[in-house]
Structures are given as structure tokens and as C-alpha cells.
């Protein structure tokens, strides 16, 4: 079992950077593969980017690459997005969700535990 909880969230101008980080608990966080999404407002939530248990590999989102950075620290259960270059349509409310099945993907089916989210608003 995983709980989580986003924190780092805000209001910024594009261009702009932004660090989102995600507290997790729990016996199988070490384990877990860790994702990112977000849901703009009115849409689906969409898959930003995904980190392997041992933070070997990293994942992202066409939208994103090269402006966004998933990390992780396992002695401290800690999930990271970094986020430079923001721009509006970044705009979204932003989960981390860990898989204990498998390491994730890019469905948010593959997820069974998700924090409560975090506003991020870019303005032009």
C-alpha cells in the first residue's frame, strides 16, 4: 500500500519554473514505479511523464519532454517534477500515482494509488 500527497503547486508566468514534489508512505513505495498526470481543466487526465523503482529510467509525455524532469529519492520517499519553461497550457491540477503491479505506464489504469492533486496555473 502507497499513499501520497503533492505538494509544490502554484501560480507562475510562462516561462517560468516550477518543482513539484510527492510525499509518499507506505511498505511498498521503494518498489513502485511513479507517475505523473494532470488534468486540465474540462479534460482528461493525461500521463506527463513515469519513473522505474530504482530511477533508471524515465518516461514522458510528447508535450513535455525536455521542459519537464521526474526524480526520485527512496531513502526519503520523495517523487519530484521538475518543471521549466511552463507555459499556459500547462495549466492543469498535477497527481502522482505509484504502481505496485508492474512499474507503470502511460494509462492512468495502471496506477492503483493516487494522491489528491496539486494546482500548477501558467499565465501568459
Not at 59 to 78: E, H, I, P, Q
Request: charged residues 15%; contains cysteine; positive net charge.
Amino acid at each position: 500500500q502507497v499513499e501520497l500527497v503533492e505538494s509544490g503547486g502554484g501560480s507562475v508566468q510562462a516561462g517560468g519554473s516550477l518543482t513539484l514534489a510527492c510525499t509518499a508512505s507506505g511498505p511498498s513505495f521503494n518498489a513502485a514505479g511513479m507517475g505523473w498526470f494532470r488534468q486540465p481543466p474540462g479534460r482528461y487526465r493525461d500521463f506527463v511523464g513515469r519513473i522505474t523503482w530504482n530511477g533508471q529510467e524515465t518516461f514522458y509525455a510528447d508535450s513535455v519532454r525536455g521542459r519537464f524532469t521526474v526524480s526520485r529519492d527512496n531513502a526519503k520517499k520523495m517523487v519530484y517534477l521538475q518543471m521549466t519553461n511552463l507555459k499556459p497550457e500547462d495549466t492543469a491540477i498535477y497527481y502522482c500515482a505509484a504502481a505496485t503491479r508492474g512499474q507503470g505506464g502511460s494509462s492512468h489504469y495502471q496506477y492503483e494509488y493516487w494522491g489528491p492533486g496539486t494546482q500548477v496555473t501558467v499565465s501568459s
